[in-house]
């Protein structure tokens, strides 16, 4: 099966005649792994929290579920997750497919764990996610949209 524009985790949006753009936000493969490797954490303890409370005996299954459950995900998903790009211009944020938002349009940025949110005046929300330095992305976005920190 081919990897069309249906399916690419880049911006398939046209620039504008004079639009540029000025960088792009790329996944980080390590940040990734780490933020599964937290997300494995909780749920074995939740898995292990739950048998515990329903009066399993056999407490030690609910990590063994937690981890195999996160590890199927990550696995899985790795490969569009990892492939994702969010463009910059001096004009838009073009993200995966066809998301474009206007840098006018852009209300909040804030971080989320690895990842940063951005939300348009709308209440439309867009994550870029796991992203190695959280705060320089916000910053950059932030700039070009011309918002305070904060």
Do not use: C
Request: hydrophobic residues 45%; aromatic residues 6%; charged residues 20%.
């Amino acid at each position: 099966m081919s990897e069309g524009p249906i399916h690419s985790m880049t911006p398939t949006t046209a620039l504008a005649e004079g639009e540029r753009v000025i960088e792009s936000f790329h996944p980080d493969r390590a940040t990734y792994w780490r933020d599964h490797a937290w997300l494995a954490a909780g749920a074995m303890a939740l898995g292990m929290a739950v048998l515990w409370a329903a009066g399993n005996p056999h407490v030690w299954t609910g990590a063994v579920g937690g981890l195999a459950a996160v590890t199927v995900r990550a696995f899985y998903v790795a490969s569009d997750e990892l492939q994702a790009r969010w463009d910059l211009t001096d004009r838009r944020l073009l993200g995966p497919l066809t998301r474009a938002v206007r840098l006018a349009e852009i209300r909040t940025v804030r971080g989320l764990g690895s990842a940063v949110q951005v939300v348009t005046a709308s209440g439309d929300k867009h994550l870029i996610k796991y992203q190695a330095d959280r705060g320089t992305t916000e910053a950059r976005i932030r700039a070009a949209a011309g918002l305070r920190e904060g």
